[in-house]
């Protein structure tokens, strides 16, 4: 391919915007120069953990990988469930009158979630990761909203086992967000003796089974709530809080059984529409 890349979009110490701007531009002239040829042929992605690195694979093998994908199921049924009919307007009608329905405001521009997949080529051998996702997607607000909320029980549990890991010095909570919590958390180790290994799960999330994700969640919810001595959580801006009378007069307020529907909705029992995307 005769198409000029001259300029060097690993370059570190360029702006990010800058480099992701070339990037764009680089795939587009890619796309003016042999628009057929890659279409017909190749399926063009980005690389996973390989920012400014892209792939061209096989049309038949991408779409190989695919079905073998969306035919994955879990214990107790499929993962996916493949339409042959969508009616795209109809589901954005469905989830805006959900998204009112705990006084959120809608994305009425929003699309709807496409599944697409990009090569893992630090395996052996390669593999996908598939992603499901869009720019604005009709489930935004309502992601937003829950991720401010389980955000705040996920302190909330975080303080509630460090209570009890003062009384019997047992830890039970392994969630890390970020490395100066591994740092704090390796300082606390008195056996300096001790091993570390790093484990890894080679399809986990797919292949859990839903009433097990469901259970869990429930219990954590119901936990956390009677811990509080409070059924309702209200959020107001970035704000979340308990609200134990239910007296809240601003903000949004939710019951605890309202956040398991609202969780569900928004994860496992009405994923929205599924089509499949290529470049």
Known sequence: MSVDRNHNILDHGKDKTELLQKELLWIRALNTAYPFELHRDFVVTMVDKASGNYAFTCKKLYLQFMEKE?????????TYEIKD???PVSIKLNHERFTRSFGI???TEGNLPKIYGIPKMHKNPIKFRFITGAHDSTLKPLSIELQKILRFLHGHFRRYCYNITGHDKINRFFSIQNTFRVVQQLNTVQNKRSEIFCADFSSLFTNLPHNVVKEKLYYLID???KNAGSEYIVVQGTNVRYDRNNSNTSGRSYHKNDLKLYSMYSTLNKTPAISLKYA
Do not use: P, R
């Open 85 to 87: 009919q969508l009616d």
């Open 105 to 107: 405001a809608v994305q």
């Open 223 to 225: 936990l956390m709530f």
């Open 70 to 78: 969306l035919n994955t199921q879990s214990d107790d049924g499929k």
